[in-house]
């Protein structure tokens, strides 16, 4: 027993790193559309995504079945650790001296398993030229305790033994809160040139223990009178809680960098690409026919695809609007110019059909301001938010 003390003594006793990480974000102003007809208020602002911040409450585990596999992320796989259960210590009655010692019973221990539900990491699908958010889910341990245990003692029949008592023991609950990282995404500078790059930074929860406890064994001994009459001696076998550790998880970090090519854009990460196509290039006003015109444009984008996306990724077509006019007519317009974009790539430009998806965000995903800073109209920001982004893995 000294032995397995000293070994998990000295497995509790590494150092825990805690590491903090400062998340640099984009926020995006103004919305994306269409300029169908001005709106009668003041333009529209999206809210931002943030960090959990330090020190925040845990948020609660989503509630449903326990995952098996994960879509959007990586699966978490389950911690069981098995109950334990100890019998209970009889002790007969015994007659020394002319006097009777009664009988007692010394109640057993039952220690419930405990198993940590599987979790999923996540990362939110986005569009083109965006990184998705990315979470982890918070977790935890329950506590656990060995109640107190006691031999009574024994004075009759000229025999004369002191109680003999384990006190309980406990380990309390650990846990780890949940963390996240937002979706950042790529935005265009004023003066046109290079686009930036963005980062979304790794986020980790950190691993948990919770140690093993035991209650120590304990002995009354064998007591004998003058007469030579004895009581056995009595044992109550130690009872050991296991620990339980879930280990650390981490979302490695992500970035894309870009830069212009032609009338289109290009963003490029570690295992992505995406180009983003003004919408005025492509459509006309208000329309979700192509141009003839953007025949060589497209061609040059579909070529670049069918080179560099891997053998059977998916291969995303996304539409955006500018916020002028209203979402009820701008959703639909960039779900119709997504569609005759995946369209055209697959009867123009030779990209397999099944592997192409079209999207429509709308005026949600801004990559521009659509107004100016003191609240008038930013015609400039609104083409570039009027788009469409075609991406795939790499």
């Known amino acids: 027993m000294t032995d397995r003390l000293i070994r998990t003594s000295s497995r509790l006793l590494l150092p825990v790193v805690a590491l903090a990480l400062a998340s640099c974000s984009l926020s995006h102003t103004g919305g994306?559309?269409?300029?169908?007809?001005?709106?009668?208020?003041?333009?529209?602002?999206?809210?931002?995504?943030?960090?959990?911040?330090?020190?925040?409450?845990?948020?609660?585990?989503?509630?449903?079945?326990?995952?098996?596999?994960?879509?959007?992320?990586?699966?978490?796989p389950a911690v069981e650790v098995p109950a334990v259960h100890a019998d209970p210590v009889v002790v007969p009655e015994a007659k020394v001296g002319g006097e009777v010692v009664p009988a007692v019973t010394i109640p057993g221990v039952d220690i419930p398993a405990v198993r940590i539900p599987a979790q999923c990491t996540?990362?939110?699908?986005?569009?083109?030229?965006?990184?998705?958010?990315?979470?982890?889910?918070?977790?935890?341990?329950?506590?656990?305790?060995?109640?107190?245990?006691?031999?009574?003692?024994?004075?009759?029949?000229?025999?004369?033994?002191?109680?003999?008592?384990?006190?309980?023991?406990?380990?309390?609950?650990?846990?780890a809160q949940g963390v996240s990282t937002p979706e950042v995404c790529q935005a265009e500078p004023k003066d046109g040139?290079?686009?930036?790059?963005?980062?979304?930074?790794?986020?980790?929860?950190?691993?948990?223990?919770?140690?093993?406890?035991?209650?120590?064994?304990?002995?009354?001994?064998?007591?004998?009178?003058?007469?030579?009459e004895c009581i056995p001696a009595v044992e109550v076998p130690a009872v050991e809680a296991p620990g339980v550790e879930v280990p650390g998880v981490e979302i490695p970090g992500a970035e894309l960098k870009g830069?212009?090519?032609?009338?289109?854009?290009?963003?490029?990460?570690?295992?992505?690409?995406?180009?983003?196509?003004?919408?005025?290039?492509?459509?006309?006003?208000?329309?979700?026919?192509?141009?003839?015109?953007?025949?060589?444009?497209?061609?040059?984008?579909?070529?670049?695809?069918?080179?560099?996306?891997?053998?059977?990724?998916?291969?995303?077509?996304?539409?955006?609007?500018d916020a002028k006019g209203d979402v009820a007519h701008n959703q639909p317009l960039s779900e119709r110019r997504a569609r005759a974009v995946a369209d055209w790539l697959a009867t123009e430009g030779g990209l397999p059909e099944a592997r192409l998806v079209a999207r429509g965000f709308g005026e949600s995903k801004p990559a521009a301001p659509n107004t100016t800073a003191d609240g008038s109209d930013n015609p400039a920001g609104r083409a570039k938010n009027r788009r469409v982004v075609i991406s795939a893995r790499t």
Do not use: M, W
């Open 122 to 175: 996540e990362v939110a699908p986005a569009p083109g030229g965006c990184l998705g958010a990315a979470s982890i889910p918070p977790v935890s341990i329950p506590a656990v305790r060995i109640p107190p245990v006691e031999i009574p003692g024994v004075d009759a029949g000229g025999i004369k033994l002191d109680p003999v008592r384990a006190e309980g023991v406990s380990a309390p609950a650990q846990s």
């Open 259 to 321: 830069y212009e090519v032609g009338r289109s854009q290009v963003f490029e990460g570690k295992d992505s690409i995406a180009f983003a196509l003004e919408a005025d290039v492509l459509f006309d006003f208000d329309s979700a026919d192509i141009k003839p015109s953007a025949a060589a444009e497209l061609k040059k984008v579909a070529r670049r695809v069918a080179e560099e996306a891997g053998d059977g990724v998916t291969i995303h077509v996304d539409g955006h609007t």
């Open 32 to 76: 994306s559309g269409e300029e169908r007809q001005p709106p009668a208020s003041a333009s529209r602002s999206p809210a931002s995504a943030a960090t959990t911040p330090p020190g925040a409450p845990a948020t609660p585990s989503p509630t449903g079945p326990e995952p098996s596999s994960c879509p959007n992320g990586e699966l978490i």
């Open 193 to 228: 040139g290079v686009v930036p790059f963005v980062i979304r930074p790794f986020i980790i929860r950190p691993f948990v223990i919770r140690p093993f406890v035991i209650r120590r064994s304990i002995i009354r001994p064998e007591g004998c009178n003058a007469r030579r």
